[in-house]
């Protein structure tokens, strides 16, 4: 039995430890926000926080989890994901959406760690979560909003 | 916290701003009376008591902002409160057809082109109905009645009520045979620059999205593919023993299409599964099959007479005559779309019936292929269209591949089944952009007058065999082989322009801009070489050559706004100028080049797709397409050896990313021409931009796609 919370909610689940965090929320918890988008860590949809530390949870074991926090993108505590939400809708960043929730995720965890990024931090912490509608200028000015406080 | 327009700016440190330059009225905008080609305006959208009012809309969302530009024309007309409105996807029915078309359906960019009229009509006529209850109601004139945020106003005795009081009384009323639409100074939406719905934007940015892998339905499983990575190749046997034994796997079925699909409780647990399963291929002469071989055979036919796709003027006598002739050939690789959400089709085979949920572009066609699978009447599948985790034209599939693969998973089954591709499925499996070998000349006179043009297309036909074959494949050639080359808009003297398209194995569709992907490179890389030959500036020489006044407006602008005639000597600069699905964009591309490397900087942009109605939305495809264009001019290549794609994951199909974001300026010129699309005329401008920005940094023409410099 592995326990572990999501958004402050206790879970614990009986399933083979190797099961990546990704399909526990997707399939176990019904938690949908988080996107499966490659399954090999290669494009950021499916980011989250365990702890404070955004990862990838298509690749990352649900037994890492065990005793730990998950944040996603269906928190409605996280002071760093609100804020990105707000200056997501307000800089009119999503297109298809369909990796936004890995983008706000992977921003949020840059911001908890550098509460005031420069571009270039923006762009090095962001540049392995692939968006293919390219809404890129809009997620750096999005972040860069937030940044400023 | 809601930010205007104005803050929006203001707060943007890397922003693209979009700025009108003109706004010429169309004249068919004018205030007017239609004929209401809509009989049933009530399909369209639901009001409740309450004063809910709910838009039911015929296109897909797959990005481009198609419900918020739609919604926006029958809010405006309406009269409804834009903030309040919510959107439903429309059922498969007649009646959502495309406007002159037999189906539902999104592509070739044509949502707000086909529609938007349509869209206003409905508002317009729904605002009339209600106007006619509530005069007989109040017993006035509907003249005297006034509408605004969904609420019928009596001026004569100031009582206010709202549309939701009289929806059961405009559900018995006959639509208007002819409606007027609102005068421009009336508009309170179309022509504003407007951000996504917010119900929409929300949505995607709390997770609440619903797109087609997020289906849930009771008593639901999901199934994982075994395919076969030799394109052609068919099943010979399987064996599942093992597979069976594994935690949660309920079934593992061979696929009427040479797949294997293992059904399980969680798609994880059928995923993992597919390696205990053993399966043997007849691969035969497919496996021999490689792209390298393929591009020799095309190049081959370079040297050959191919089919004719324009052939005017004497153009043996112009190339005699010649003061100068410049040449290039050209490589465009297969390119997989690659679109963010993995391929998938949940659908339920129930026991007279059938439920389908996924996000498609083509609606009609792939309740059809239900039906017709199942052997139900059409009426008898329920198709249901989630958001589309984009597309770029692979969730419009002729073929139907990944839909009829979840048709056949859930064939027979008890369950409502999730048929998901993997992202190894989703690069490997095909249904690529074609890859072309492409060649042109051009030969000019002494003043810079263009003589005469030879090119030839050579590329696998990507409507052949498909339903879009009897008016798209023509005389052996595919009418994406010509699109954007035989129809340019340069004054040339003579033409020999031929094209032909070898078979291969090997699934091809249209990739976002389809043929204008290849030949606005073709067009645009060799007007930029005569313009060198012509020793003219690149600007100046497209303006004296082109007949069409509007591209010539979008030029100045690029050339203004990038300070074009003064601009860095140390910088690449490039321009390109292309039309399609009916709306033009020029751009000048910025390019920096270091070592071997280069960096797109910025892109200035000019759009006239006739009227932006609503020009923000406009900006972000701009953006998009920039972006999405960038990763294939620099990186995405898929190639075949031993019959099978060399990539399966973007460690190696590479795309574009944050770090090749250039900052882009966009501005808008609204013609008051026909109103065209807006998802794809970004696409195919930029490859050219770039290229001919590198030759101006380098001195060298780069024309082989993806373009690396050593």
């Not at chain 2, 007058?449 to 879009?468: E, P």
Request: net charge neutral.
């Amino acid at each position: 039995m592995i326990q572990f919370t999501v958004n402050d909610k206790a879970y614990s689940v009986d399933v083979a430890e190797d099961t990546p965090i990704l399909w526990i929320l997707r399939e176990h918890l019904n938690l949908t926000g988080t996107k499966f988008g490659c399954g090999a860590a290669q494009c950021g949809a499916c980011t989250v926080l365990l702890g404070n530390e955004a990862i990838r949870s298509c690749s990352t074991p649900i037994s890492e989890a065990n005793g730990k926090h998950i944040t996603t993108i269906e928190t409605t505590k996280d002071k760093e994901v609100k804020a990105l939400q707000y200056a997501w809708v307000a800089e009119d960043v999503a297109q298809c959406g369909y990796c936004q929730p890995g983008q706000i995720m992977n921003a949020a965890s840059l911001l908890k760690k550098n509460p005031h990024p420069n571009e270039a931090q923006i762009i090095d912490a962001m540049r392995g979560n692939i968006c293919r509608c390219g809404t890129y200028n809009r997620i750096k000015s999005a972040i860069a909003i937030v940044a400023k406080g | 916290m809601e930010l205007t327009r104005r803050d929006f700016l203001k707060h943007s440190s890397f922003v693209a701003s979009a700025f009108l330059v003109s706004f010429i009225v169309p004249q068919k905008a004018r205030a007017q009376m239609v004929d209401n080609s809509v009989p049933e305006p009530n399909a369209f959208i639901q009001i409740t008591k309450k004063n809910e009012i709910t838009f039911f809309l015929p296109q897909a969302e797959m990005g481009q902002g198609a419900y918020t530009v739609l919604a926006m024309c029958i809010a405006d007309e309406l009269d409804a409160k834009w903030e309040d409105v919510f959107f439903e996807p429309a059922p498969v029915k007649e009646l959502f057809n495309i406007p002159g078309m037999p189906m539902m359906l999104t592509g070739g960019s044509n949502s707000v082109k086909t529609r938007h009229l349509q869209m206003r009509q409905i508002g317009a006529s729904i605002r009339a109905m209600l106007k006619i209850a509530a005069a007989k109601y109040w017993k006035i004139s509907a003249d005297l009645i006034q509408t605004k945020n969904a609420i019928l106003t009596n001026t004569k005795t100031k009582e206010s009520l709202p549309y939701g009081f009289f929806t059961d009384v405009i559900k018995l009323m006959k639509a208007p045979e002819k409606v007027t639409l609102k005068e421009n100074s009336e508009l309170t939406l179309i022509g504003k620059p407007t951000k996504r719905h917010p119900k929409e934007a929300w949505a995607k940015v709390m997770g609440h999205t619903q797109f087609g892998i997020d289906v849930r339905l009771p008593h639901m499983k999901y199934a994982a593919l075994i395919q076969p990575r030799v394109f052609g190749a068919t099943l010979k046997s399987f064996d599942a023993t093992v597979a069976l034994k594994k935690p949660g796997i309920l079934k593992v079925k061979q696929l009427a299409n040479h797949k294997i699909a293992i059904i399980a409780e969680k798609w994880w647990q059928a995923k993992e599964a597919i390696n205990d399963v053993v399966v043997e291929w007849n691969e035969r002469d497919f496996a021999k099959i490689s792209s390298k071989d393929l591009a020799k055979e095309y190049e081959s036919y370079l040297d050959k007479e191919c089919l004719p796709m324009r052939k005017d003027g004497n153009v043996e006598e112009a190339f005699a005559n010649a003061h100068k002739v410049v040449k290039a050939t050209f490589k465009f690789p297969f390119l997989a779309h690659a679109a963010m959400e993995p391929l998938n089709c949940t659908v339920h085979h129930q026991k007279d019936s059938a439920f389908m949920s996924m996000g498609g572009q083509f609606q009609t066609l792939y309740r059809n292929k239900c039906a017709e699978i199942y052997q139900l009447p059409p009426e008898k599948v329920q198709y249901y269209n989630n958001y589309l985790g984009s597309s770029f034209g692979r969730r419009g599939t002729p073929s139907a591949d990944f839909v009829i693969d979840s048709i056949y998973a859930a064939q027979n089954e008890a369950w409502p089944v999730m048929t998901l591709w993997s992202r190894e499925d989703d690069i490997k499996m095909g249904s690529y952009r074609p890859m072309y070998r492409n060649s042109a000349e051009m030969a000019i006179d002494k003043e810079g007058n263009i003589l005469g043009f030879k090119a030839k297309v050579i590329g696998q036909s990507m409507t052949k065999g498909t339903i879009f074959e009897s008016f798209m494949f023509k005389e052996g050639i595919d009418a994406t082989h010509k699109e954007g080359l035989t129809d340019h808009q340069y004054k040339v003297g003579s033409h020999d322009i031929q094209g032909f398209c070898p078979d291969s194995p090997i699934p091809l569709l249209w990739l976002r801009s389809v043929g204008h992907t290849q030949t606005g490179p073709l067009v645009e890389g060799i007007i930029d070489q005569a313009a060198v030959a012509a020793n003219m500036d690149p600007i100046d020489f497209r303006i004296k050559n082109l007949q069409n006044p509007r591209f010539v407006e979008l030029l100045k602008s690029v050339a203004k706004q990038s300070n074009w005639y003064k601009r860095e000597k140390n910088s690449g600069y490039g321009v390109a100028v292309v039309e399609s699905f009916g709306s033009i964009v020029a751009y000048v591309a910025k390019v920096k080049v270091e070592n071997s490397d280069y960096k797109v900087e910025k892109i200035w942009a000019a759009v006239d797709c006739g009227l932006a109605i609503n020009p923000l939305n406009v900006e972000n495809q701009i953006i998009s397409a920039v972006n999405f264009s960038i990763g294939i001019t620099k990186y995405s290549e898929i190639t075949i050896k031993n019959g099978e794609a060399e990539q399966s994951n973007f460690y190696d199909y590479t795309v574009s990313t944050i770090a090749d974001t250039p900052e882009i300026h966009v501005e808008i010129i609204n013609s008051g021409e026909k109103i065209g699309g807006m998802g794809e005329p970004g696409v195919p401008p930029l490859f050219p931009a770039v290229a001919n920005a590198l030759f101006d940094a380098t001195g060298k023409r780069y024309t082989s796609y993806p373009i690396r410099l050593s």
